[in-house]
């Protein structure tokens, strides 16, 4: 009478071995995660600057800083005109460039950069650029202009100098104009390339 | 001597339940960002990518592969050049625009282009283009890929390369 009324009340128990689809998931989740892990791809972001974009019909005046490529171990440092110019620290902005640039606030800088070698040179580029970057904390965009004979592996080369600090080294400093500090690694992330032929 | 009931072991059941829903949502994202990252980006044979120790996730995009001698659009071959030189027919009369490489990002542009039909011209994003390129392809190629895509809509680009390890070297 017992086990029948146990029987009735009770509900067939089954089983369901889900071992064999957690041994498949855990595997495919490792191959994913490590195949993710050593993705050998990488990116690097830049856009083109039409020709005679540079000469800007606007009045307002606008920071800029190109880099020209003649050689992989010679290159000039531009800086446009600063005249109306927000500068954090400008005095010491400006001493900076006047011992070290050629030009004036009206006319712009530029600065001559050779090396015997092309990381001799970086370590140059980055040491004036983190400069120009203090009294610019604000500012993102350089143009790399370059010559017909570089090559791509070297126009990479000087897109990662002027984009970033490297790891293991120290990073940017910097303060704005209303004094507020911020550490950063990136000089100038935003890239327009532009060939050196077309700019005249 | 009295016989001591067998002690019954109790049966402790494992919830697998949560882990298995973690486990499965685990592997979709997962298979999802495959499908739209590396999966897709197959660099031909004959291009050696620059390094640069710039760590960024590649997306999917139109590609522009050029090897020392060709220059492929999303796989299929658009034109061949020689030393470095295109042939003069290959180019349009402005003497800078690859007319073959013009007209393929333009038909890419275009069908890019069908999400945001209802929007303004002036309002409609520009393409972005990946471009695989051989490292040792010197600049006087590069401008002239630069220059047709700009003038088929594409001003952004994005360059492939291979990721170096982290140094303190420039």
Redesign the interface.
Known sequence: MLRRKLRKNSLPKIDIN?VS??DI??T??FF??F??GF??????????Q??GSGKDLEKKPKFTVSLEIAKPTKVRLNLGPMAGLKIVESDQFFSYLNQNFTGNQTSGYNRLLEARTE?EL??KI?SALIEIKKGFPHEETIRLV????????S???F???V??V????EPLHLKNLINQRKETRMIFPEIS???L??EG | MIARPKRKLQEHELNLTSLMDVLTVLIFFLVQAFTITTKSIQVPKNIRLPVSRVQSVPRELVSLSISSDEIRGNGALLVSFKNYHFAKNDLASDGRTITHVAEFLKKEFKNSLQTYEDLKAEDRPTGKLMIEADKDIPFSVLKYIFNTATVSGYADYQFLINKKKNSTAL
């Open positions: 889900i689809l957690m998931m855990t495919i989740i994913l995660i195949m993710a993705s050998k791809f990488s990116i690097l972001s830049a856009y083109s039409p020709v990381d970086a370590v980055q370059v010559a017909d004979g570089i090559t791509y592996q126009v990479i080369h897109m990662e100098v984009r970033e490297p790891e293991g080294r390339v532009s060939a032929s077309d």
